[in-house]
């Protein structure tokens, strides 16, 4: 056996080539080490079964016709190790037919001699990326299966988000009110209830009310409460999510939609700790933690006159803000396989495996829906309504792309982004992209990006 000299790192495939022709296998050891990946070499493949082991990062090329154990069997032990273990067969002409059968009961590809050099080491390439991607998906789905605590509840390994789970920890076992900020679909329920499950108050109620989803004139009994007779159809009496949150928690979703009126009487409840119901003069105490939500500016719209200043200092004793998807790219992945995981255990599917081309897709979508976009995505995915994109666009690259549209495509989506948080500052995005201005400039130029129309797109928003 014979190793090349490449540096291997934990994230590396090995490439085991089996072939008993001594200038055969040093021609492939040579292509392969040449591409760059780590080489292992054997002249016989009863030598190289040691290195198939369940969910090893190991991609085997192996010759069809050898003395001894063949290149069939050794594809039929591999299987029986690790199935999911790509095997590539190289068979001279005569043995296209038997290397067309080795297909069909499982090698992942087969190499007709004679080859060059850059046509081996393409179809390596493409064998050791399904097992990158396939080891990737087994440890997100271990991770994800294995969880315990915060992290397999609030998903993640951005920065962000990590702080995010600190501040969910520290906070949960207070009283203090909690003000959650974020986009659409960025999870701010999910974090609210997590304050409450890690907190001391996880064995009262988690009272959840959408101040946007019910009418003016509902709100306040939803909220309060009513005695019978308070009103035309109140023929009983009702507890509000108030008091049906005491020792527990009240979450208040797109608290930025409330009348005006009903945060006057909301502050009261805050600062007395005292509820009445509609149709009584009766106050009852209540003790319940609030954790409000809102996707807009309070704080601008308290200077607008639009939400009490006086509440929002209440509600925002402390603040979590949830990043949008964007801005944690890094996420995209091992949130796409959370979801596809829980879409085929309720569709009772099997869960698809996610191609690199698709991994790139996924990542270099905007995410305007956030998390809630991305779980849809997920769930046609699983029950295959996605085609061959999983998020068809006109300006996206189709399906088999050239490799340099492919990366255009990224990098346009990444300068716009950062160019869209720096507000169209040209030089604050040439600093954090690490990019030379003029080269920025070129850029925007090729891509038909405007800082001036992202800057007035922002105005427009705001």
């Not at 392969?32 to 190289?48: K, N």
């Not at 390994?157 to 009283?175: E, F, G, N």
């Not at 996420?331 to 996610?354: I, K, N, S, Y």
Request: hydrophobic share 45%.
């Amino acid at each position: 056996m014979t190793k090349s000299p490449i540096r291997q790192t934990g994230d590396d495939i090995r490439v085991v080539i089996v072939e008993d022709d001594e200038n055969v296998r040093l021609g492939v050891e040579q292509a392969v080490a040449l591409a760059g990946f780590p080489v292992e070499s054997h002249a016989s493949a009863a030598s190289a079964l040691a290195a198939a082991v369940p969910g090893a990062p190991v991609v085997f090329v192996s010759d069809l016709r050898m003395p001894g154990m063949d290149g069939m069997q050794l594809l039929q032990h591999v299987r029986a190790i690790d199935a999911q273990i790509p095997v590539v067969l190289i068979s001279g002409h005569a043995d296209i037919s038997t290397a067309v059968g080795a297909m069909r009961v499982g090698a992942y590809d087969f190499i007709e001699k004679p080859f060059s050099s850059e046509h081996i080491a393409g179809r390596v390439a493409r064998a050791v990326e399904k097992r990158r991607l396939t080891l990737e998906v087994e440890g997100l789905r271990a991770a994800l299966q294995n969880g315990r605590g915060i992290e397999a509840l609030v998903l993640g390994k951005s920065p962000a988000i990590a702080d995010v789970r600190k501040k969910i920890l520290r906070l949960a076992d207070t009283s203090v009110s909690v003000l959650i900020t974020g986009e659409t679909g960025t999870g701010k329920e999910l974090i609210a209830r997590a304050l409450h499950d890690y907190g001391r108050r996880r064995e009262h109620h988690f009272v959840a009310l959408n101040c946007g989803g019910l009418p003016e004139q509902l709100f306040e009994s939803e909220l309060f409460g009513h005695e019978a007779g308070a009103f035309t159809g109140a023929t009983k009496n009702r507890i509000g999510k108030i008091e049906w949150s005491d020792g527990g928690t009240l979450f208040l979703d797109e608290i930025e939609t409330m009348p005006v009126a009903l945060q006057i009487k909301l502050l009261r409840v805050l600062q007395e700790r005292r509820v009445e119901r509609l149709g009584t003069n009766e106050s009852i105490a209540v003790d319940c933690r609030v954790v409000a939500a809102s996707k807009a500016d309070l704080a601008l719209l308290s200077s607008e006159g639009r939400f009490r200043a006086d509440l929002l200092y209440r509600l925002n004793v402390a603040l979590i803000d949830l990043p949008p998807l964007r801005e944690r790219r890094e996420d995209v992945p091992l949130l796409f396989e959370h979801f596809v995981l829980a879409a085929a255990q309720r569709f009772g599917q099997d869960a698809p495996t996610v191609t690199a081309a698709q991994v790139s897709e996924l990542t270099a979508h905007r995410w305007p829906g956030n998390v809630r976009e991305l779980q849809n995505v997920a769930d046609r995915f699983v029950l295959g309504l996605s085609g061959d994109q999983l998020i068809p666009s006109e300006d996206r690259p189709r399906g088999g792309a050239p490799l340099n549209e492919q990366l255009a495509y990224i990098e346009r989506v990444l300068i716009d982004d950062m160019l869209r948080r720096h507000n169209g500052n040209v030089g604050a995005t040439s600093e954090a992209l690490g990019m030379p201005r003029k080269t920025l400039y070129h850029k925007l130029r090729q891509f038909n990006i405007s800082a001036r129309d992202v800057q007035a797109e922002r105005d427009d928003d705001c």
